[in-house]
């Protein structure tokens, strides 16, 4: 690897992690292919990642200049001379940041999980201990199922608790609102967010979303996601009840509201939810193309860089 080498990744880095994410935000195509859109965007944020420490790797590289061997042949103060002291102070820095974001991503990570672990296991013992639900006197047959809480207030309420212990909460008030079939729509959104295990995906964007310096990641990126796991949701749910129930009940619970950790029914996205549902399905050629845009973005510099520094550890192995 080289001092091109390293370039590259670092503008590629930066613009997967600024400039394509913001335009991929503003498209219309991922509400048709909600799950190819919902892969690539997975495949953009890994490629980013690795193309961070691609370019770290690769400085480090010429900081500690490999030997026939694949073993070090110089200090990282050994190399001043030779590349002057403006450039190696800029590849250290660069090296430096890089190592910085790989500890804030392995940080943000584990904070998030602990952190959102924790709200959900005390919101699941509150729900728990305010349940109204009478399985004995019920009138949706539904309701019956042991995941299920009902609160005691006049507001319609509807959103999933995921992890071991799953838990839907609906309201009194969202159970006076729908009918049996809306009630059964929203059931099946929140249940296919705990089935898919939508909230992993959305974990996994908030730790790289905090991972990331403020100048460089998109804001549009972690709420792109948030509504593509909707959509999805959505599909599911329609496939159960039809469209009209769904859309009937999303409107109801639009302005529901949900802790930090759930996955609430309603939300800023309810208006373009519910559009959809009444527009062309998906489309085969769009999700084929984002499938493909996936593997190219996320395959070709993963084996460009992979490549490189396998031959340095067989050399350092052999």
């Given at each position: 690897?080289?001092?091109?080498?390293?370039?590259?990744?670092?503008i590629?880095?930066?613009?997967?992690?600024?400039?394509?994410?913001?335009?991929?935000?503003?498209?219309?195509?991922?509400?048709?292919?909600?799950?190819?859109?919902?892969?690539?965007?997975?495949?953009?944020?890994?490629?980013?990642?690795?193309?961070?420490?691609?370019?770290?790797?690769?400085?480090?590289?010429?900081?500690?200049v490999?030997?026939?061997?694949?073993?070090?042949?110089?200090?990282?103060?050994?190399?001043?001379?030779?590349?002057?002291?403006?450039?190696?102070?800029?590849?250290?820095?660069?090296?430096?940041?890089?190592?910085?974001?790989?500890?804030?991503?392995?940080?943000?990570?584990?904070?998030?999980?602990?952190?959102?672990?924790?709200?959900?296991?005390?919101?699941?013992?509150?729900?728990?201990?305010?349940?109204?639900?009478?399985?004995?006197?019920?009138?949706?047959?539904?309701?019956?199922?042991?995941?299920?809480?009902?609160?005691?207030?006049?507001?319609?309420?509807?959103?999933?608790?995921?992890?071991?212990?799953?838990?839907?909460?609906?309201s009194?008030?969202?159970?006076?609102?729908?009918?049996?079939?809306?009630?059964?729509?929203?059931?099946?959104?929140?249940?296919?967010?705990?089935?898919?295990?939508?909230?992993?995906?959305?974990?996994?964007?908030?730790?790289?979303?905090?991972?990331?310096?403020?100048?460089?990641r998109?804001?549009?990126?972690?709420?792109?996601?948030?509504?593509?796991?909707?959509?999805?949701?959505?599909?599911?749910?329609?496939k159960?009840?039809?469209?009209?129930p769904?859309?009937?009940?999303?409107?109801?619970?639009?302005?529901?509201?949900?802790?930090?950790?759930?996955?609430?029914?309603?939300?800023?996205?309810?208006?373009?939810?519910?559009?959809?549902?009444?527009?062309?399905?998906?489309?085969?050629?769009?999700?084929?193309?984002a499938y493909?845009a996936?593997?190219?973005?996320?395959?070709l510099?993963?084996?460009?860089?992979?490549?490189?520094?396998?031959?340095?550890?067989?050399?350092?192995?052999?």
């Open positions: 690897m080289n001092s091109t080498t390293a370039l590259v990744f670092a590629l880095a930066l613009i997967l992690a600024g400039p394509v994410p913001a335009m991929l935000a503003r498209a219309s195509w991922p509400y048709r292919s909600p799950r190819a859109a919902l892969v690539l965007w997975q495949a953009i944020a890994l490629a980013a990642v690795l193309s961070a420490f691609s370019s770290g790797l690769a400085i480090g590289g010429l900081l500690l490999p030997g026939p061997d694949g073993r070090p042949t110089t200090a990282p103060t050994d190399e001043i001379d030779a590349l002057g002291l403006p450039l190696w102070t800029l590849y250290v820095v660069v090296l430096a940041i890089t190592l910085g974001i790989g500890a804030k991503l392995m940080f943000s990570v584990a904070q998030v999980a602990v952190r959102t672990r924790r709200r959900r296991s005390r919101h699941r013992m509150l729900v728990d201990l305010l349940d109204r639900t009478d399985k004995s006197d019920n009138p949706f047959r539904s309701l019956r199922d042991a995941d299920i809480r009902v609160l005691d207030a006049a507001e319609p309420i509807a959103y999933c608790l995921p992890g071991l212990r799953q838990r839907v909460v609906l009194r008030g969202t159970l006076a609102s729908l009918s049996e079939a809306e009630v059964t729509a929203i059931l099946s959104h929140e249940r296919s967010h705990l089935r898919s295990r939508h909230d992993l995906v959305l974990e996994a964007f908030t730790a790289v979303n905090e991972a990331f310096p403020r100048i460089v998109s804001k549009s990126a972690l709420s792109s996601v948030q509504l593509l796991v909707e959509l999805l949701a959505n599909d599911t749910a329609v159960v009840t039809g469209p009209t769904l859309a009937r009940a999303l409107v109801t619970c639009a302005g529901s509201t949900a802790p930090r950790g759930a996955m609430a029914a309603g939300g800023p996205h309810t208006l373009i939810r519910v559009q959809r549902l009444s527009g062309p399905g998906s489309d085969v050629r769009i999700a084929a193309v493909l996936a593997v190219v973005i996320l395959v510099p993963t084996i460009y860089v992979a490549m490189p520094w396998l031959e340095e550890l067989s050399k350092l192995l052999g």
